[in-house]
């Protein structure tokens, strides 16, 4: 008897001790990976909106009191608005995906929604950071056209200064202005590295997949 | 909602699971592996239902898909084996007539096969399986004679294994 036989005679015996799933485990199994990505992504863009709008009620007084000052109060309600409308927008075009992958699609349809998605999230990320570093230069611009006010406000909040420190008021304010929104961006593109970027290279990876499993029939 | 095509092809899966599990048990070195490959095939094979005409029985369409999706799942990640996972794969068989030798022989067997490349590994399973080269050949999409040279290499190899 040669090697193979010998093991397909244990092979074969081997057959009443392998698992055995329930029509109801099956049926679950058909419903469950393939969406969860995309469904993934839709929740954690939901958890940033949440964190985003949860921010915008606990920013300070004395910060509304300057911008207020600053003649920026309508501008900054009519950026937060276009912003919350636009990351709206971006959750409705990650459920839209999410919804339309269904498990009866073909791999192709499937590969379809992979690049859609992948699409969405770049567009968003580039959104989110282009959108945060346009409205801090613009900020930057008015302060800097408005260097009168801003030395004023910080006059008046501390009294240790005096007018003759104006030259280092207002170097000291635009390095830390400028410091504070590199950090910002900086972790805007952080945490969108660990945490989208990271989910699209898994969707990517799921794509080739279903190339090479499509290429065979 | 469950649509009736999804019932019958529930059905069949449930009835022809067997060949999955063993796929599974091939290519994965414990439970938890080999629940994600059956999922993984499950769903491809879901996917690929619609190209299933009929024309072919419902398991050999079925090796088919599997193995197509187990062959390109596993072909990056090279696992190597290590003897203690012997103990995890292999099955509990009851011997009628228990021997010591052959069951040394079989568990390195077990440890060769597993050493094999994915395509290799596929043409061992439908081997066990009683397939006839024609059907091998069929299922992996090779030729008849491609499949038997295959095979012949791989029972030599097999051979010095486990007679060094």
């Known amino acids: 008897m040669n090697e193979l036989d010998l093991l397909k005679k244990h092979w074969q015996k081997a057959d009443e001790n392998l698992p055995n799933y329930s029509y109801e485990e099956l049926y679950k199994m058909l419903h469950k990976k393939s969406s969860s990505l995309v469904k993934w992504i839709l929740y954690i863009s939901i958890i940033e909106f949440a964190i985003w709008g949860a921010l915008y009620f606990v920013v300070p007084e004395s910060s509304n009191k300057f911008n207020k000052e600053m003649g920026l109060t309508s501008a900054m309600m009519i950026g937060t608005i276009l912003s919350f409308v636009v990351f709206g927008l971006f959750i409705f075009l990650f459920y839209y995906n999410y919804s339309r992958i269904r498990i009866t699609d073909s791999i192709k349809e499937l590969m379809q929604s992979i690049l859609r998605t992948r699409r969405t999230v770049y567009f968003f990320i580039i959104w989110n950071i282009a959108s945060a570093i346009i409205t801090l230069a613009l900020v930057s611009i008015h302060y800097s056209r408005n260097k009168e006010k801003l030395i004023e406000f910080v006059l008046e909040q501390n009294s240790s200064l005096s007018i003759e420190n104006t030259a280092a008021i207002t170097t000291g304010f635009f390095i830390g202005f400028t410091v504070t929104a590199i950090v910002v961006i900086g972790v805007m593109l952080l945490l969108y590295r660990i945490v989208y970027i990271r989910l699209l290279k898994r969707l990517k990876a799921n794509y080739k997949q279903l190339q090479e499993i499509n290429k065979n029939f | ?164």
Request: charged content about 30%; proline content about 2%.
């Open chain 2, 1 to 164: 909602m469950q649509t009736e095509q999804e019932h019958i092809f529930v059905k069949k899966l449930e009835k022809n699971q067997n060949i999955v599990h063993k796929i599974c048990t091939f290519y994965t070195n414990n439970p938890h592996d080999h629940k994600d490959l059956f999922q993984e095939i499950t769903i491809q094979l879901w996917r690929a239902y619609p190209s299933f005409r009929g024309d072919s029985k419902f398991s050999t369409w079925m090796y088919r898909v599997a193995l197509n999706t187990a062959i390109t799942l596993y072909r990056k990640s090279k696992r190597s084996i290590k003897a203690q996972d012997y103990d995890k794969i292999s099955f509990k068989i009851e011997y009628e007539d228990y021997d010591p030798t052959a069951d040394k022989q079989v568990k390195l067997l077990y440890e060769a096969v597993k050493q094999l490349n994915n395509i290799d590994k596929a043409l061992v399973l439908l081997y066990l399986e009683d397939k006839t080269y024609e059907e091998i050949a069929d299922t992996l999409g090779i030729t008849n004679v491609n499949a038997r040279v295959r095979m012949s290499r791989i029972k030599d190899k097999l051979k010095r294994i486990v007679n060094p």
